[in-house]
Nanobody
């Protein structure tokens, strides 16, 4: 599967952005899907995701109540709505997919497919 992330940009603190991750080349519903982010000098961290065949979003504690993950199976696209953004949310955001067994959803090494990332910069 190929993943294409988009929607990043520059936004002021308190603002919102919606990221999209379009998947192609695979059966979308059969993949576990995740959003990760990586800030300069920091490790890649899980943000939100869906287990396959499941519509219940999973979230990192740092984004609960502010971010919402959703998906459109007809468009093979996963979205990440980000509200109440802070400078700490500044990072490259990457979408990822896995077609194998996945345990935690939060470990980058559980995913075999990655998009190219989209930069989110929040100015304070």
């Amino acid at each position: 599967v190929q993943l294409q992330a988009s929607g990043g940009g520059l936004v002021q603190a308190g603002g919102s952005l919606r990221l999209s991750c379009a998947a192609s080349g695979g059966t979308f519903s059969s993949y576990h899907m995740g959003w990760f982010r990586q800030a300069p000098g920091k490790e890649r961290e899980f943000v939100a995701g869906f287990r396959r065949y499941n519509s219940n979003g999973l979230y990192a504690d740092s984004v609960k109540g502010r971010f919402t993950i959703s998906k459109d199976n007809a468009k093979n696209t996963v979205y990440l709505q980000m509200n109440s953004l802070t400078a700490e949310d500044t990072a490259v955001y990457l979408c990822a997919a896995s077609d194998g067994t996945i345990w935690t959803m939060s470990r980058p090494d559980e995913y075999g497919y990655w998009g190219q990332g989209t930069q989110v910069t929040v100015s304070s």
